[in-house]
């Protein structure tokens, strides 16, 4: 029964995305099947998991949308428009993490209220002032030309679209991000459902979410086996005898499965070559390799180049 509510979970948080994506270019002013949808969060799957932070989800999620014709600027519109939506749940899902497994923050606060020092607020001032000369420098880089003016316009235009997308379809991808994300930190209790002295659900829920969004911050692909020693010292909740079974199914459903589906569409679609090239994002540039064509039509191709 387990498996079958975690499959089951798994196929919802797989087509809320899909919805998600579809809606995001539909604000575009696009059209995007639901089987191009699935495919390129398929390819976003993939490259998250085997890319330190997950930085090569986007890129190859933003490949997915260029191989299904769409232009790179429409591509970049619906993608801004589908991080407008994710960011505002994480921010929210990152919020009740901290209160649930800090509840006394509200004291801790107070107390470093009282105590501070005039040095700490001379830091947290500095700290502002280099984030605002590192936005003044970038906007003069902009200006002066260092960055191509085709990107420059890319930009511009994909911003304004996000900016115009209607309110209650930024809404709309908000509540399928809640499901999205709701879903897959239900995994870890749909496989405990029936077991004798299973921990309490909130215990596995918040530990389940937090683990999932982990590789966000620890910079190594998948959570470079942070996750997996967390989950062996409770963190998501004591299982008992069944602990290493239950992390191993846990991270079958929530990472292995689907990466596995996303490498072997990606080196179908793609290629090899063009697949290995899309995993390297975060790693660092590679010399000896040199510039990859995916295989594709000559349609395609013709606009990757662009």
């Known amino acids: 029964m387990g498996h079958l509510l975690a499959l089951a979970l798994l196929a919802i948080d797989c087509l809320v995305r899909a919805w998600r994506i579809q809606l995001a270019t539909w604000t575009a002013g696009a059209r995007l099947s639901f089987g191009d949808a699935f495919r390129l969060n398929l390819y976003g799957e993939a490259a998250s998991q085997l890319t330190p932070n997950r930085l090569g989800g986007e890129p190859a999620r933003f490949l997915g949308l260029t191989e299904a014709g769409l232009r790179p600027v429409t591509g970049l519109v619906a993608i801004g428009v589908e991080v407008a939506c994710e960011w505002p ?32 607020l001379v830091t947290i001032e500095i700290i502002a002032l280099v984030v605002l000369l590192g936005v003044y420098l970038l906007q003069r880089l902009v200006r002066s030309g260092m960055v191509r003016h085709r990107v420059r316009r890319q930009w511009r235009v994909a911003l304004a679209h996000v900016r115009r997308a209607p309110r209650w379809a930024l809404g709309a991808g908000a509540l399928l991000t809640v499901v999205s994300v709701a879903a897959r930190a239900l995994i870890l209790p749909a496989l405990a459902w029936g077991m004798p002295g299973r921990p309490p659900l909130n215990q596995m829920f918040f530990g389940a979410l937090a683990l999932i969004h982990a590789p966000l911050v620890v910079p190594l692909p998948s959570g470079g086996g942070g996750l997996e020693v967390a989950f062996l010292q409770g963190f998501a909740g004591d299982f ?67």
Do not use: C, M, N
């Open 240 to 306: 008992g005898a069944a602990q290493v079974r239950i992390l191993l199914w846990w991270r079958f459903y929530t990472a292995l499965l689907l990466t596995a589906l996303g490498v072997a569409v990606l080196v179908r679609q793609l290629g090899y070559r063009a697949a290995v090239e899309l995993f390297k994002i975060g790693w660092g540039k590679s010399r000896s390799t040199p510039p990859v064509t995916p295989r594709h039509p000559r349609r395609v191709r013709k606009r990757l180049r662009e």
């Open 89 to 120: 749940v994480f921010l929210a899902a990152f919020a009740a993490l901290f209160v649930y497994y800090v509840p006394d923050w509200r004291d801790a606060a107070g107390v470093w209220l009282r105590r501070h020092r005039a040095g700490e």
